[in-house]
């Protein structure tokens, strides 16, 4: 560091003096502050020159450029259960990903995970990042190319969405209005959004149809259809193409064992019925509490619509590849069948060949009895099916994944603030 003092052995006589508003330096101290600036500007200029000459110094990223025949795609959530998965998919079929995640519900190890599979250059970025931050959002927008967006980052817990509303609003749908605001900005024409079946509520009849009235009956649900709104109404001052999947109860894992699904512990209360089954079927918990046994169905549960996320990602895929520049898609994303939760915890039972107990408690708020899609829309207009539609298998690959990756992704799994 250069020092601008210097030590003084005697007092010096000839010192600056201010005189109508003006300053008339010491002409020994301005030549050497003088110098020692234009020795530091050489400093400078000699290192920007040694830079220029760096082969990598005028090499933009390769995420922050076009490609012809290279699609760059934004993950939001990309470190989360679906999200991960999507990118794999995306990652095998040659797409250029950059995940964006700020690791309050995702993992760094599904991260971790995708960049040792796909180590070249060009092929995956992570950035930690919080949607909210407009600023960040904005700021990686104008640093990144991207083609489209498929829009993941969501809490998306029912229970825990009745306990804290306002942090699901504002998560959900204060977010992807950022999201919105940074794609119209930068010029990104194309948004996948991922939606759910919750934005419907209770419907009167089933199977539900993308026709059936959304009428929501918890704050996650509602956020997602304010979000849904939102991203429509936009739409209509727009030439984006859109496409929203409302999408039904996700299971199942990465066949290959590569990803699973690795939920927060203090969560467990408010996750998925899968993670339950594996919880109890592990020991980490006693039991097994199925919540409410009076709903109007054959067996007093719950019936829901099981679709695998190795499904559902597929259909994000094809999804991508059949957005057209104005149009929107919406689409029901399940199986066309329900399931009681009787029905699961049985089938849980036989794919991890343990004997679970279970306990059955009153109604959680904000459940409803009975959800299942018709997924005929996706099928006519996307060529798209539901492939792994047997319960127990898909279960059966969950938890192999599950029995190997007992602290789900060891040191890597990063817990909430």
Known sequence: MLSFTRTRTQQRHNRSMALGGMEFADQKKKNGVCGKIIMVSTLTALCILMLKHSPSFNTPSQFAINEDGVTHVLVTGGAGYIGSHAALRLLQ????????????????????????????????????????????????????????????????????????????????????????????????????????????????????????????????????KMAEDMILDFHKTSDMAIMILRYFNVIGSDPEGRLGEAPRPELREHGRISGACFDAARGIIPGLKVRGTDYKTSDGTCIRDY??????????????????????????????????????VEACKKATGVPLKVEFLPRRAGDYAEVYSDPTKIKNELNWTAQHTDLEESLKIAWRWQKVHPTGYGDLLVTSA
């Open 307 to 344: 679709i695998d996320v190795t499904d559902l990602v597929d259909a994000h895929v094809k999804a991508l590849e059949e957005a057209k520049p104005g149009h929107v898609g919406i689409y029901n994303v399940g199986t066309g069948k329900g399931r009681s939760v009787k029905e699961f």
């Open 93 to 224: 079929d040659f797409y250029r990903v950059t995940i964006v995640d700020n690791l309050s519900r995702g993992n760094l190890g599904a991260i971790n995970v995708l960049q040792q599979l796909f180590p070249e250059p060009g092929r995956l970025q992570f950035i930690y990042a919080d949607l909210g931050d407009s600023q960040s959002v904005h700021r990686i927008f104008s640093q990144n190319s991207f083609n489209a967006v498929m829009h993941f980052a969501a809490v998306a817990y029912v229970g825990e969405s009745t306990l804290d509303p306002l942090k699901y609003y504002h998560n959900i749908t204060s977010n992807t209005l950022v999201v919105l605001e940074a794609m119209k900005a930068h010029g990104v024409k194309t948004l996948i959004y991922s939606s759910t079946c919750a934005t419907y509520g209770e419907p009167e009849k089933m199977p539900i149809t993308e026709e059936t009235p959304q009428l929501p009956i918890n704050p996650y649900g509602k956020a997602k």
